[in-house]
Each structure stands twice: as C-alpha cells, then as structure tokens.
C-alpha cells in the first residue's frame, strides 16, 4: 500500500515555495552532492544556492502548444492526472531541468504540484535509503519509488508521479527521459583522456558539463521528458478504456 495519501502530499512545498527554499539559510545548511561511490553512496559537500538557476528556467521554459492541449485534455478525463508528486534535490542537474517546466505543466492542466527534498541535513550516504537513520529526510518515499537500471537500484531523481484526485497512481517517472543517454554520454565526458591527470580530467569535465547545462539539448530533453509523459498517461487511460 503507498504510503502517498492526501495528508502526506499536501506536506509538500509548491513551485514558488520550493524556490525560495533553496535560497534559505536551512537549505543551504545542508549538504549537497560532492562525489560518488558506487559500492556505498555519496559524499557531501557544500550546497549553493540553486534558486536563481530554478527562477531563470521556469521564466525561459514554455510547453508547446501540443503539450499544453494534451495536459489538457488528459486533466479533463474521469481519472485524468489531477496532481504531481515530486522528489528533488536541488543539486542534481536533472531536477534543475525538470522541475521548472514540470511547474508550467501543472500550471496548464490546473494540477497540483507537490515537492518533497529526498535528504535531510545530510546527504544520502549509502546505496539504498534509509528512514530510520535518516529521519528527517524522506527516505520513506523514495524506497517506494527506487530506479531499476543497470542491474541495480538507485535513489535517482527527480521522481515525479502523477495521481487522480484519489491518489490512484498513473505514471512515474524517473531521472531523465529514455532519449537522453546519459550514462553514456557522461561516462564519456568524464573518462581520463590520454596525457590527462585524474585532476585535469575531472576539471575539463566540469566545464564541458557546465556547457552541456546551458546548451538547446538541455531543453530538448526538458521536452522530451514532458512528451514521455503525456504519451505514458495517454496510454493508460486509453488501455483501461473498455
């Protein structure tokens, strides 16, 4: 049974909510995102205000007309989507692209957004969470929402998940859309090349991450996750239509 029920959703925080949280003194207490280890998790470091970064995007990202009329349309279906559950964490370059234009969504189909942090003060640590050693994060919710991918489970975000007005689940969606690879293409980027250092590797990738960030693709697989959505929806409902 999801632990998802309407008082738990409304805990969530909205878009406008959200962005001011990432520029607050709590947020920014908190760790963020340093290094990761496979074997075990991630190691902290120091979080920057991201808020700027959120406020710039959602003022520069808009649907196109055919998402606009399909959000519309499925939102007007006896169990069409009516609400948006979300699990972000500022510091990951996918939340910063997806959780903007998710706002515009919501906004289109006169749906609810709710966002939840994954972590508490401290940075998940290991591979799989943990509500009771890290209780003032939202352990809970990830576990029942973890990635399945390359013979493994991750606590990948952002989640996003979308509900009838009675919290009967239709689509989750997870990290990125199927058309950007990018286990691949970072795994690329970030590779030693020859007559590289470790250290000069890892800081010509910071760069040509940065730049990738601020590049079209960055809002075409912003897109791409929005029509990966809708079409998912649309299928369901079609699927269950007798």
Known sequence: ??????????????????????GSAENLAREAFGSYFPDSGSMGAARKDNSGVLRERYAKVRLSDHQVAAITWLAAQPNGPAKILVISEDWS???RRDVPVLARLAEAGGLEIRIFNRDGKKILAQRRPDPAKFPDGNHDLMLEFMNTKNGGEWASLPVVVFY???????????EYPAIYRKDAIRGHQQAVRPGETSAQAKERDAGVFLAMQRSPF????????????????????TLATP
């Open 164 to 174: 009838t007005r009675d919290f009967r689940e239709l689509h989750r969606y997870i």
């Open 93 to 95: 370059s996918d939340c």
């Open 1 to 22: 049974m999801s632990i998802v029920t309407a008082e738990r959703f409304a805990r969530g925080m909205t878009f406008d909510e959200y962005v001011k949280y990432i």
């Open 218 to 237: 960055f809002d075409v697989w912003a897109s791409a996750g929005i029509d990966e959505m809708l079409a998912a929806m649309f299928e369901k409902l």
